[in-house]
């Protein structure tokens, strides 16, 4: 009788299981979801973490590289200045390059006495190829000529040699970035050394800062510094002169000082 009970208790529990959905058996003992979920989830991450590692092993990590030790390298293999321009022309670490149409290089005479340091070409001299050849390169030739000093001229006496911290336009004109400087600094230097000037007049800010480490040209100009191991002059840019007109007069002044040291 006994059995009879449990078995008809055990059909009735089954009919309510199968009542509420239950109309299959997947097991004869109970599984904790909880845990299988657990399971799968620590499988999937060391999957993950495998697949990962081995990706890893297969890249092809980019060695950095120091632009500035580039630079320097390049630099001082130069023995002419065709071989420095050359060299400039084949260093592929200032994004300026990739923008700019021109390399531009320098002009005037390579003996000549006097060197002046730009910042860096504007339109213009991107089109050219030349430095200083727009409005305010020719504000800077009137100048020169008011101290019977040319870029085109045959004699050192008489001759400028122009060049800038860069050789490339910056986009719309912008200041150089400090690390654009750093760059090209040490071309600067092997260039300065190649042209042996006696005097260097720094046109502007930039050229102040790469040059001397200072900005402030209206504090630093008219007094004589050195630079790269020569006497160099800070004066204000022909641009500057352009847009303020008034300054003339103080860059009158520092032509006649130019002027002084090269009567000697």
Known sequence: MES???WHSALALLDWQVDLGADEAIGDTPVDRFAVAKEAAEKAQARKAQAQGQAEDHVVRRKEVDAVEVAREAAGTAKSLDELQAAIA??????LKRGARSLVFADGHASARVLILGEA???DEDREGRPFVGRAGQLLDRMLAAIDLD???DTPEKAVYITNVLPWRPPQNRDPE?????????FVQKHIELVAPDFIVLMGNIACRAALGKQGILRLRGTWA???GK????????????RQPHAKRDAWADLLSLR???NG
């Open 231 to 242: 006497p160099a002059l800070p004066m204000t840019h022909p641009a500057y002169l352009l």
């Open 151 to 153: 870029r085109s001229a």
């Open 178 to 186: 400090p690390e654009e400087i750093a760059m090209m600094l040490p």
């Open 226 to 228: 050195q630079a790269f």
């Open 90 to 95: 084949d260093f592929d670490h200032c994004a």
């Open 4 to 6: 009879a009970l449990e």
């Open 121 to 123: 070409p504007g339109r």
């Open 260 to 262: 002084a040291r090269l």
